[in-house]
């Protein structure tokens, strides 16, 4: 289906941008004994702001450090990158880091921007067609977990894939492992693909990652609340939960929450529910992984593992899969 602004939509969102998938969503985890919100929900118009900011927080070193190696090694990056080739990108956000890869590549490749948020997809296409007049720019509205329809003439073209911010760290390792064979699946015409990967390390560096001193991060993770009462019409009191993050080392893994400060019972699309003083709502994983545990998960997968490149402080990796059927 086509979208006003040009893009495409993924089917499934189309029928009332998926408000009942939200209340759904937001009714099923709160009514589990151990309360959980889908993270796929932050990204809002509002949430898609407060990331942005995240991205640029002096604690939050993953993003300025995938752009330092994707600066370092563009050239090596896209070096294999055929002229008729489709870049995708899985949750392109602003696409600033996709800018970088965009200077090596030949002029005649075609950006699929993939992301949830058409005001963040509208921007980005906007800022590119300024900066690269002759690049072919096809948005996708929709989140890339669901299936993806290229338009005809793109269909049997090489693909390479763009899945940087360490977003395949918000899935378990499980469901990692699921979403990493749809995109070989998706990418196997000549495919190959770049992940980003956020590496283990102390848990304080990765803690204040989470925490931020300006409050930025706790604006990101309250605002699924706030979207609750937009969009569901509730009445919660957002002030009366805070922001937590933690880090669970056995897991490997940066968990956030949402803690109810005190008591309270709030009503959601006419239901009822009940928070203790300090109960948790599970918002958000965040796994770190070291290089050969990612290498690992991918060759589950199916990929083959190709270069991988770091920083040199080894706080963030960046991965070359590679279809078998490409090599
Ligand atoms: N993929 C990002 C990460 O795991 C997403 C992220 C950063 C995030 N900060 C967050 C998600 C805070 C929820 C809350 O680093």
């Not at 994707?70 to 996709?98: C, M, Q, Y």
């Not at 402080?313 to 899969?321: M, N, V």
Request: proline share 6%.
């Amino acid at each position: 289906m086509k979208h006003p602004t040009g893009s495409i939509r993924i089917s499934e969102q189309a029928d009332g941008d998926g408000l009942l998938d939200f209340e759904d969503a937001v009714v099923d985890g709160l009514s589990k004994v151990r309360k959980s919100l889908p993270c796929r929900f932050f990204y809002d118009e509002r949430g898609s702001q407060l990331f942005e900011a995240i991205t640029l927080l002096p604690e939050y070193y993953p993003t300025r450090t995938e752009i330092e190696i994707l600066r370092e090694h563009a050239d090596e990056i896209v070096a294999s990158i055929p002229g008729n080739a489709v870049l995708l990108e899985f949750g392109s956000g602003s696409s600033t880091k996709t800018e970088i890869l965009l200077e090596h590549c030949p002029p005649t490749v075609t950006y699929v921007p993939i992301d949830v948020s058409p005001s963040a997809l509208a921007e980005a296409r906007q800022r590119l067609a300024r900066r690269f007049p002759a690049l072919t720019v096809t948005p996708v509205i929709g989140s890339f977990t669901d299936p993806i329809d290229l338009p005809p003439t793109l269909r049997s073209r090489p693909r390479m894939g763009f899945f940087p911010g360490s977003t395949i760290g918000n899935w378990t390792p499980e469901e990692a492992l699921t979403l990493l064979r749809s995109l070989r699946d998706m990418l196997k015409v000549n495919g190959r693909m770049i992940v980003g990967v956020d590496l283990k390390k102390d848990a304080q560096t990765l803690v204040r990652a989470y925490n931020d001193s300006a409050g930025v991060t706790a604006a990101f993770n309250l605002n699924i609340l706030a979207r609750i009462n937009r969009e569901l019409g509730s009445a919660i009191d957002v002030a009366s939960f805070r922001h937590e993050a933690i880090y669970d080392p056995r897991q490997g893994r940066i968990e956030m929450h949402l803690v109810s400060i005190r008591e309270q019972t709030i009503g959601i699309c006419g239901r009822r529910f009940h928070f203790l003083a300090g109960e948790r709502v599970h918002t958000e994983n965040s796994y770190k992984y070291t290089v050969p545990e990612f290498q690992e998960l991918s060759r589950r997968a199916g990929w083959l593992t190709g270069s991988v490149w770091t920083d040199a402080g080894s706080q963030f990796s960046i991965h070359e899969l590679i279809s078998p059927a490409h090599a």
